[in-house]
Protein backbone atom coordinates (compact mmCIF):
# COMPACT_ATOMS: atom_id res chain seq x y z
CA UNK A 1 0.00 0.00 0.00
CA UNK A 2 1.03 3.39 -0.77
CA UNK A 3 2.25 5.98 2.08
CA UNK A 4 -0.83 8.48 2.55
CA UNK A 5 -0.42 12.29 0.12
CA UNK A 6 1.76 14.85 1.68
CA UNK A 7 0.46 16.33 4.39
CA UNK A 8 -2.02 14.75 4.95
CA UNK A 9 -1.53 12.31 7.60
CA UNK A 10 -3.58 13.84 10.78
CA UNK A 11 -2.53 11.74 13.97
CA UNK A 12 -5.70 10.67 15.64
CA UNK A 13 -7.78 11.47 12.89
CA UNK A 14 -10.35 8.60 13.89
CA UNK A 15 -10.30 9.83 17.59
CA UNK A 16 -13.94 9.79 17.79
CA UNK A 17 -14.23 6.34 17.13
CA UNK A 18 -10.52 5.45 18.86
CA UNK A 19 -12.01 3.45 22.36
CA UNK A 20 -14.50 1.19 19.47
CA UNK A 21 -11.55 0.49 17.94
CA UNK A 22 -9.57 -0.40 20.66
CA UNK A 23 -12.44 -2.19 22.27
CA UNK A 24 -12.36 -4.57 18.97
CA UNK A 25 -9.03 -4.77 19.07
CA UNK A 26 -8.71 -6.25 22.42
CA UNK A 27 -11.52 -8.97 21.50
CA UNK A 28 -10.04 -10.22 18.34
CA UNK A 29 -7.03 -10.43 20.80
CA UNK A 30 -8.84 -12.72 22.97
CA UNK A 31 -10.55 -14.60 20.10
CA UNK A 32 -6.86 -15.03 18.53
CA UNK A 33 -5.47 -16.83 21.77
CA UNK A 34 -8.45 -18.60 22.32
CA UNK A 35 -8.38 -20.33 18.58
CA UNK A 36 -4.54 -20.88 19.59
CA UNK A 37 -5.84 -22.61 22.91
CA UNK A 38 -7.52 -25.12 20.38
CA UNK A 39 -5.25 -25.59 18.50
CA UNK A 40 -3.12 -26.65 21.58
CA UNK A 41 -6.33 -28.88 22.82
CA UNK A 42 -6.12 -30.48 19.03
CA UNK A 43 -9.81 -29.40 18.63
CA UNK A 44 -11.57 -30.60 15.87
CA UNK A 45 -10.18 -28.78 12.67
CA UNK A 46 -13.63 -27.42 11.33
CA UNK A 47 -14.43 -25.23 14.86
CA UNK A 48 -10.86 -23.61 15.05
CA UNK A 49 -11.71 -22.73 11.22
CA UNK A 50 -14.84 -21.60 12.37
CA UNK A 51 -13.16 -19.45 15.14
CA UNK A 52 -10.22 -18.10 12.35
CA UNK A 53 -13.74 -16.76 9.91
CA UNK A 54 -15.00 -15.00 12.47
CA UNK A 55 -11.53 -13.24 14.18
CA UNK A 56 -11.16 -12.90 10.09
CA UNK A 57 -14.95 -11.05 10.22
CA UNK A 58 -14.14 -9.14 12.96
CA UNK A 59 -10.89 -7.27 11.45
CA UNK A 60 -12.92 -6.79 8.40
CA UNK A 61 -15.58 -4.74 10.17
CA UNK A 62 -12.19 -3.07 12.48
CA UNK A 63 -11.01 -2.16 8.56
CA UNK A 64 -14.29 -1.14 7.41
CA UNK A 65 -14.81 1.42 10.15
CA UNK A 66 -10.86 3.15 9.64
CA UNK A 67 -11.89 3.35 5.98
CA UNK A 68 -15.23 5.03 6.55
CA UNK A 69 -13.68 7.25 9.43
CA UNK A 70 -10.55 7.72 6.38
CA UNK A 71 -13.72 8.57 3.40
CA UNK A 72 -15.27 10.87 6.11
CA UNK A 73 -12.43 13.19 7.24
CA UNK A 74 -9.12 12.95 5.52
CA UNK A 75 -10.64 12.03 1.48
CA UNK A 76 -13.40 14.55 1.72
CA UNK A 77 -10.63 17.44 3.46
CA UNK A 78 -8.89 16.66 0.05
CA UNK A 79 -11.43 17.10 -2.06
CA UNK A 80 -11.75 20.34 -0.45
CA UNK A 81 -8.35 21.37 -1.17
CA UNK A 82 -8.94 20.38 -4.89
CA UNK A 83 -6.69 17.15 -4.16
CA UNK A 84 -9.48 14.54 -4.55
CA UNK A 85 -7.91 12.66 -7.88
CA UNK A 86 -4.86 11.12 -5.16
CA UNK A 87 -7.37 10.46 -2.19
CA UNK A 88 -9.22 8.31 -4.37
CA UNK A 89 -6.61 6.43 -6.05
CA UNK A 90 -5.35 5.68 -2.06
CA UNK A 91 -8.57 4.54 -1.45
CA UNK A 92 -9.29 2.64 -4.58
CA UNK A 93 -5.95 0.53 -3.78
CA UNK A 94 -7.23 -0.30 -0.39
CA UNK A 95 -10.37 -1.38 -1.74
CA UNK A 96 -8.76 -3.66 -4.11
CA UNK A 97 -6.67 -4.91 -1.31
CA UNK A 98 -9.07 -5.71 0.94
CA UNK A 99 -11.17 -7.52 -2.27
CA UNK A 100 -8.61 -9.74 -3.21
CA UNK A 101 -9.49 -12.00 -0.44
Do not use: N, W
Request: aromatic residues 6%; charged residues 30%.
Amino acid sequence: MSTAPAGTHRRGSYQATKPELLQRFRKVEGQVAGIARMVEEERYCPEVLIQIRSATAALDQIGYLLLREHLAHCVADGVRRGEGDRYLDEVMEVVRGFSRR
